[in-house]
């Protein structure tokens, strides 16, 4: 019985140490994932806005034709 209970408190302790560590990198993996899909956004955007740009001028070239 005495030898469960001190058993207890030394498997506790390396499951605290895997949860943080667990949760560590599942932030640093969450940061990395919304810059990355930020990043996409922004290139995206910028890609779309090009295009519009393109695709006015092209009604204006069209329509001053």
Aim: glycine share 6%.
């Amino acid at each position: 019985m005495h030898d469960a209970d001190s058993a207890s408190p030394t498997a506790r302790v390396p499951l605290s140490l895997a949860f943080s560590l667990f949760a560590a990198v599942s932030t640093s993996v969450v940061a990395v994932g919304a810059s990355a899909i930020s990043a996409l956004t922004r290139r995206a955007s910028a890609q779309a806005s090009a295009s519009s740009g393109v695709v006015s001028i092209g009604t204006s070239i069209g329509v001053t034709l």
